[in-house]
Every structure is written in structure tokens, then in C-alpha cells.
């Protein structure tokens, strides 16, 4: 592993155990028995590293979305996909909890690209519930699917920081499994039958122990 891809690696972990504010960039050097010196030549400062981290998160969920487009659209391949991308976050938690590091670059820079992503995302999202109404697995008008995007949206974007509120240790499986559920609950109120047995296919494999 290149020293680059060592630095991101560790950083994340510091991220996640301790959160960002609280790691300094000699502690990432030393833990990598490096100087600050070497550190700064790949990353001149620890936000530069967030922002890597954030990016290599959206990269992933790209790859999920790209994933799904190749199956079946059915209720439980989407919830597949939902749990890849609540996966990554759980990866990424201790950069993606710098809200507001985000939301400040957002409104300057941009580097994570966000405002393109977001209306991408949107698009993509309009498609995949349409081809699960499409494929019986949803009974949703237009304004169903319009109320569901922006669930998604919501529930993409901050259930992670929920989860974390209160507990910053909080296991894997545990913050999966309860905002899979969560959003099981929320789909099968607009799943047809068919979309109920697809639903309940995915919690037998996935959410059961």
C-alpha cells in the first residue's frame, strides 16, 4: 500500500474511533512512523483528507446505484442497495459526521461536486421507483413517488448522524439492521403484494439471525 493510500486509511480509522476533531495530523504521522513534513506533502491539511474520504464514499455509492441498474428493479435488490450505501457511511462515518466542514465547502469550492450529485442522485432515484412500479412491486402515483424520493433523500443523508447522536460506538450490524427495518416499514406501505413477498425475502436473508 502506497503511503497516500495509508494516510487515508488511518486517518479513517482515527475518524471513526475518536472523531475528526479530535486527531491532529502528527498523530496520523506518528501512528505511520512518518514526519508531519512527509504527511503534508500528500495531504497540506487534515481537511484535505476529509474531503478525499467524503469523495471516495460517493464513489462507492456510484458503484451501488450502477449495481442495481443491472438487476431486476424488486424491493429487495433496491433494499440491497440501501444497505450498500448505509455500509459505506457506517465506513465513513468520522468524515461524513463533519456536517458542517460540508456544508461550508459546499457554499464556496464544492470539491465533492455536491450540488451535481445531489440532482443526479434525485434523477436516479425517480427511475428506480418508477421501475418498481413498473415491475409490481410498488403502487405509488406521482406525488407517492415525489414524497418517497425526498424520504430517501432524508434518510440517505442523515440517518448516520442520528445513529451517532448519542453513541459514537454503536456496532455495525446494530445501526444497519435498525435503519433497514426502519425503511422496510416506510417501503411496504406503498408495496403491492408482490412487493410485500420481495420485502419480506430480503429481511429472511439479511435481517434475521
Known amino acids: 500500500m502506497k503511503t497516500r493510500e495509508k494516510i487515508i486509511q488511518t486517518a479513517l480509522d482515527f475518524f471513526n474511533k475518536k472523531g475528526y476533531a479530535n486527531v491532529g495530523v502528527r498523530e496520523i504521522a506518528r501512528s505511520l512512523g512518518i514526519s508531519p513534513g512527509n504527511l503534508s506533502y500528500h495531504f497540506s491539511k487534515k481537511e484535505d483528507i ?19 441498474l443491472e ?7 433496491f433494499l440491497v442497495l440501501m444497505m450498500s450505501i448505509l ?3 457506517y465506513l465513513h462515518r468520522g468524515a461524513l459526521l463533519e456536517l458542517s466542514l460540508i456544508a461550508a465547502d459546499i457554499q464556496t469550492d ?7 450529485t445531489s440532482r443526479r442522485r434525485q434523477a436516479t432515484l425517480k427511475n428506480i421507483l418508477e421501475l ?10 406521482a406525488s407517492d413517488i415525489q414524497f418517497l424520493i425526498s424520504f430517501l433523500k432524508l434518510f440517505a443523508r442523515f440517518s448516520m448522524q442520528e445513529a451517532f ?10 445501526v444497519i439492521s435498525y435503519y433497514l427495518n426502519m425503511l422496510a416499514i416506510q417501503m411496504a406501505l406503498f408495496a403491492t ?5 420481495s420485502i419480506e425475502r430480503f429481511r429472511s436473508k439479511y435481517l434475521t439471525e
Request: net charge negative; aromatic share 8%.
Open 50 to 68: 476529509l474531503f478525499v474520504l467524503a469523495k471516495q464514499h460517493s464513489l462507492t455509492n456510484d458503484q451501488s446505484f450502477e449495481d442495481f
Open 71 to 77: 438487476k431486476e428493479a424488486t424491493l429487495e435488490n
Open 87 to 89: 455500509k459505506s457511511q
Open 110 to 116: 464544492d470539491r465533492l461536486n455536491y450540488t451535481e
Open 132 to 141: 418498481l412500479a413498473t415491475n409490481g412491486h410498488l403502487k405509488a402515483s
Open 165 to 174: 447522536l448519542l453513541d459514537s460506538f454503536r456496532e455495525e450490524k446494530e
Open 193 to 197: 403484494a408482490k412487493g410485500k413477498r
